[in-house]
T-cell receptor, first 115, second 115 residues
Framework: AQSVAQPEDQVNVAEGNPLTVKCTYS??????LFWYVQYPNRGLQFLLKYITGDNLVKGSYGFEAEFNKSQTSFHLKKPSALVSDSALYFCAVRYRSGSARQLTFGSGTQLTVLP | NAGVTQTPKFQVLKTGQSMTLQCAQDMNHEYMSWYRQDPGMGLRLIHYSVGAGITDQGEVPNGYNVSRSTTEDFPLRLLSAAPSQTSVYFC??????????????FGPGTRLTVL
């Protein structure tokens, strides 16, 4: 079975500092990995995804994520946080093969960027 | 494009009542899905569809029915509402085919309370 874990419910960071939101996954095969962001009272918005190739993936709003197969991690990063980055962030994983229409989400990490 | 639309935005039901949550997309996406979001649990898949006339169960299907008569619409029916179904419901869609790596587009959500 596939699963994804976000070990931190809450991450606080000062504006201008680098931010990291952690994600680890568990799948038996090769995964597709995604990050989504949810602003208050809104649906989820796609940020970036890892399919294959370069382990460093760049996405929307200056975010990037690094796929690390040996550590089964896909941490979300941004070099300089903005107050407007404050939101709920979800990591998600999907198998590459089989009946893998299902996307499994982590429990979410609330990011607060302090001015 | 309107993207993914959901109605209603808010709904209060009494235990035992039935209702239908509406979802529509205008992007000609083959794949559509319904999730529920509960605090600390991320998003959990209820039902999904890979095309008109084809539906399947997700992680938490009990108490819900779906049908897909057109590409555009994917309604979710609550047969007999229970307090445990109090949640925020999100509809999502994406391109299909080999694209299990395609990102999903989410609607704004329906906040349902069952008394």
């Amino acid at each position: 079975a596939q699963s994804v874990a976000q070990p931190e419910d809450q991450v606080n960071v000062a504006e201008g500092n680098p931010l990291t939101v952690k994600c680890t996954y568990s799948v038996s095969g090769n995964p597709y990995l995604f990050w989504y962001v949810q602003y208050p009272n809104r649906g989820l918005q796609f940020l970036l995804k890892y399919i294959t190739g370069d382990n460093l993936v760049k996405g929307s709003y200056g975010f990037e994520a690094e796929f690390n197969k040996s550590q089964t991690s896909f941490h979300l990063k941004k070099p300089s946080a903005l107050v407007s980055d404050s939101a709920l962030y979800f990591c998600a994983v999907r198998y590459r093969s089989g009946s893998a229409r299902q996307l499994t989400f982590g429990s979410g990490t609330q990011l607060t960027v302090l001015p | 494009n309107a993207g993914v639309t959901q109605t209603p935005k808010f709904q209060v039901l009494k235990t035992g009542q039935s209702m239908t949550l509406q979802c529509a997309q205008d992007m000609n996406h083959e794949y559509m899905s319904w999730y529920r979001q509960d605090p600390g649990m991320g998003l959990r898949l209820i039902h999904y569809s890979v095309g008109a006339g084809i539906t399947d169960q997700g992680e938490v299907p009990n108490g819900y029915n779906v049908s897909r008569s057109t590409t555009e619409d994917f309604p979710l029916r609550l047969l007999s509402a229970a307090p445990s179904q109090t949640s925020v419901y999100f509809c999502a869609s994406s391109y299909s085919g080999q694209g299990t790596y395609n990102e999903q587009f989410f609607g704004p959500g329906t906040r349902l309370t069952v008394l």
